[in-house]
């Protein structure tokens, strides 16, 4: 790629943060004195590197999506190219006005109205007043806010802060918009309105989008290209359906899964998932499309008290990571009231509808209503092929990863 066809370039981007702790060395006087008194020797703070030594190129013009697990380094790579951060070492250029939505209500004054967060937003971006009033109509109505304009945006909930959010990124023209996965706090149909938004930023405007998402449905859809990281380093980049491949083939893991493990992982550590299991009946290995199959998920607690008010959700993807179908004890009427502190909780699937493949299973819990853990492709499920309709004779398998139980009738028209 010529120096003229680009609009982001990053060479050996580094960035490194002091990580504070109880034997760290004191920042102030008092702290100093403290740890004299206590006996406790200073030490040099902790360092971790969220990007170490990553490099890549965005065509002007393109969009470019950016994946990998939580903690790989994403949001902080954005923040980076946003101008937000510098980074620790290494060297970013960009060309153009930048617009980035990367948290809910980054770059909104909470005590001003969403008109004026629209005019604020557009100042911060360096545009004329002029342009932000020819763009104003198409703002609000992009984020359907008309009616809470003159309210301060300290009073709009999540989804109305990104719907704003963006459509004030997206209709001021930037030359470069970054969006991560904030996105996801709005509704289907709002996350549908936005994908097509930054479609046609690229094709009808020829602006540069970079998107950061684990929706790689999404992501494969409006990119040509993209990168993978993993712990701070770049370990895939090029095309997008590649790079999708790339960081699916990392997760799979099949059988019995030890979770202890897994940083990557949301939620306030009431319990932890600690292993997670898939057999089919009868068999310790890949279950039959049509037969029945046991997802086992462990799970561990610090504390020995009973749990109350336990769900447990699961859900299972397929092969470009969107959801096929969603696993919920609330779903079918059966939460725990109360649970041991440590134990093993099974859901029992008893006709698999799936076509012989991989698929990928996200958990997640929460007690007493709080989400204690989320861990996303914590294992595999492996399906085989199998008489699914006991006809004899197996299913196509290109009509669809899903088998549904079904039955035709026939009536005739009297003559």
């Known amino acids: 790629m010529s120096s003229s066809q680009f609009a982001l370039r990053a060479r050996g981007i580094g960035k490194q943060y002091n990580i504070s702790d109880h034997t760290s060395t004191a920042t102030t006087m008092a702290e100093a004195v403290v740890d004299r008194l206590r006996g406790r020797a200073p030490r040099d703070p902790k360092t971790l590197w969220a990007?170490?030594?990553?490099?890549?190129?965005?065509?002007?013009?393109?969009?470019?999506?950016?994946?990998?697990?939580?903690?790989?380094?994403?949001?902080?790579?954005?923040?980076?190219?946003?101008?937000?951060?510098?980074?620790?070492?290494?060297?970013?250029?960009?060309?153009?006005?930048?617009?980035?939505?990367?948290?809910?209500?980054?770059?909104?004054?909470?005590?001003l109205t969403g008109r004026e967060n629209i005019f604020l937003n557009g100042a911060i971006l360096g545009m004329r007043r002029s342009e932000i009033v020819r763009q104003f109509d198409a703002i609000v109505a992009f984020a359907?806010?008309?009616?809470?304009?003159?309210?301060?945006?300290?009073?709009?909930?999540?989804?109305?802060?990104?719907?704003?959010?963006?459509?004030?990124?997206?209709?001021?023209?930037?030359?470069?918009?970054?969006?991560?996965?904030?996105?996801?706090?709005?509704?289907?149909?709002?996350?549908?309105?936005?994908?097509g938004k930054m479609g046609d930023v690229t094709r009808q405007d020829g602006r540069t989008v970079l998107l950061v998402s684990h929706n790689l449905v999404a992501v494969t859809g409006l990119c040509s290209r993209g990168m993978l990281l993993d712990r701070g380093r770049l370990a895939a980049e090029g095309p997008i359906g590649d790079v999708a491949q790339h960081y699916l083939a990392s997760l799979e893991q099949a059988g019995h899964v030890d979770l202890r493990n897994r940083a990557d992982r949301s939620g306030n550590g009431r319990i932890r998932f600690s292993t997670c299991a898939v057999r089919g009946d009868g068999t310790d290995g890949p279950v039959l499309a049509g037969g029945g199959a046991t997802i086992s998920l462990g799970y561990e607690s610090a504390s020995t008290e009973e749990l109350r008010d336990l769900h447990v959700s699961i859900a299972v993807h397929g092969a470009l990571d969107d959801q096929l179908f969603h696993l919920s004890t609330a779903t079918v009427g059966g939460d725990y009231t109360s649970a041991p502190a440590a134990g093993t909780v099974q859901c029992r699937l008893p006709r698999v509808p799936l076509q012989p493949g991989r698929y990928r299973i996200t958990v997640f819990a929460t007690v007493q209503h709080d989400i204690a853990d989320w861990v996303q492709h914590a294992g595999v499920m492996e399906v085989e092929a199998g008489d699914f309709f006991g006809n004899g004779r197996l299913p196509p398998a290109d009509q669809g990863p899903m088998l549904v139980d079904h039955a035709w009738t026939l009536h005739g028209v009297a003559p």
């Open 51 to 111: 990007l170490d030594d990553v490099s890549f190129d965005v065509e002007a013009g393109a969009a470019y999506g950016i994946i990998g697990r939580n903690g790989a380094g994403k949001s902080t790579l954005l923040k980076i190219l946003s101008r937000i951060t510098r980074p620790t070492r290494g060297e970013v250029e960009v060309r153009g006005r930048v617009g980035s939505l990367l948290e809910v209500g980054t770059g909104f004054h909470p005590e």
């Open 144 to 195: 359907e806010t008309e009616a809470f304009l003159d309210v301060p945006v300290k009073r709009y909930s999540s989804g109305m802060y990104v719907r704003l959010a963006f459509a004030v990124a997206a209709h001021l023209e930037p030359d470069i918009l970054i969006v991560d996965e904030v996105l996801a706090v709005g509704d289907a149909a709002f996350q549908k309105k936005c994908l």
